[in-house]
C-alpha cells in the first residue's frame, strides 16, 4: 500500500481501548499512533495491548490540539457521527492520513474539528466503542488502498485476480550529473 497513515484519539480515559486501538494499529500497519488530552494515567500502552505495539510504532502524546504536530501534507481526518460527515464507504482515503476518534463518552472537540481536513462516518445507527471505531477506518483504509482484486458481485471469490504490479520505466532527466560518475 502507498502512502502512511497514524490513528490516534482525543480525550481517552479508558485503559482498555487505548490498549485495543494502539494493537488493532500495528496490526493494520499504521505508521504511528497518537493521543490528544489523553487522561495522564494512560499514557502508555495498557496490558490489553498484547502486541507490544510501542516497540514496533512511534506514539505520540500531545497535550492539545495546539500542540499537535503531524508531518507536513499530513491530512487530518476526524471520525465523528455529524450532519455534514462524509459517509466512510463513500470517503475517498488521503495517501498521507492521520485518523483521530473522539472519546469515549463524548464527540470530537469543536477545536479538533476544525482542524480537520475531512470528517467521516461510520454509517451505523448510534456510537459505537472507540476501539472497534478505528478498527473499521483501518479495515476501510486497507481494504481501499490495498492491492485486492475486485469483489465479486455474486457471492464467493472474486472471478478475475487482482493484477499484477507493473514498475514504469527509468526516468532520463537530460543534463543530470549522476554522484559517483
Same mark, same amino acid.
Given at each position: 500500500? /502507498?502512502?502512511?497513515?497514524?490513528?490516534?484519539?482525543?480525550?481517552?480515559?479508558? /485503559?482498555?481501548?487505548?490498549?485495543?486501538?494502539?494493537?488493532? *494499529?500495528? *496490526?493494520?500497519?499504521?505508521?504511528?499512533?497518537?493521543?490528544?488530552?489523553?487522561? &495522564?494515567?494512560?499514557?502508555?500502552? $495498557?496490558?490489553?495491548?498484547?502486541?507490544? @505495539?510501542?516497540?514496533?510504532?512511534?506514539?505520540?502524546?500531545?497535550? @492539545?490540539?495546539?500542540?499537535?504536530?503531524?508531518?507536513?501534507?499530513? &491530512?487530518?481526518?476526524?471520525?465523528?457521527?455529524?450532519?455534514?460527515?462524509?459517509?466512510?464507504?463513500?470517503?475517498?482515503?488521503?495517501? &498521507?492520513?492521520?485518523?483521530?476518534?473522539?472519546?469515549?463518552?463524548?464527540?470530537? @472537540?469543536?477545536?479538533?474539528?476544525? !482542524?480537520?481536513?475531512?470528517?467521516?462516518?461510520?454509517?451505523?445507527?448510534?456510537?459505537?466503542?472507540?476501539?472497534?471505531?478505528?478498527?473499521?477506518?483501518?479495515?476501510? !483504509?486497507?481494504?481501499?488502498?490495498?492491492?485486492?482484486?475486485?469483489? @465479486?458481485?455474486?457471492?464467493? *471469490?472474486?472471478?478475475?485476480? /487482482?493484477?499484477?504490479?507493473?514498475?514504469?520505466? $527509468?526516468?532520463?532527466?537530460?543534463? /543530470?550529473?549522476?554522484?559517483?560518475?
Amino acid at each position: 500500500m /502507498r502512502g502512511y497513515f497514524a490513528i490516534g484519539a482525543e480525550g481517552l480515559s479508558k /485503559r482498555m481501548n487505548l490498549g485495543t486501538l494502539m494493537r488493532s *494499529a500495528h *496490526a493494520f500497519g499504521a505508521n504511528f499512533f497518537f493521543t490528544v488530552d489523553a487522561d &495522564q494515567k494512560i499514557r502508555k500502552a $495498557p496490558p490489553s495491548d498484547t502486541s507490544k @505495539s510501542p516497540g514496533h510504532l512511534p506514539v505520540f502524546t500531545w497535550d @492539545s490540539v495546539d500542540t499537535m504536530d503531524l508531518p507536513r501534507g499530513c &491530512q487530518l481526518v476526524g471520525i465523528e457521527l455529524t450532519d455534514d460527515s462524509i459517509d466512510l464507504p463513500s470517503f475517498g482515503h488521503p495517501l &498521507q492520513a492521520a485518523y483521530v476518534l473522539g472519546p469515549e463518552r463524548g464527540s470530537l @472537540s469543536p477545536e479538533m474539528l476544525a !482542524r480537520c481536513d475531512h470528517v467521516v462516518k461510520i454509517p451505523t445507527k448510534f456510537c459505537i466503542n472507540v476501539a472497534m471505531a478505528g478498527a473499521i477506518v483501518m479495515y476501510d !483504509r486497507h481494504r481501499a488502498l490495498g492491492r485486492y482484486a475486485e469483489r @465479486s458481485i455474486t457471492a464467493g *471469490a472474486p472471478k478475475i485476480e /487482482r493484477p499484477k504490479h507493473v514498475s514504469g520505466g $527509468p526516468v532520463m532527466r537530460t543534463g /543530470r550529473k549522476v554522484p559517483g560518475t
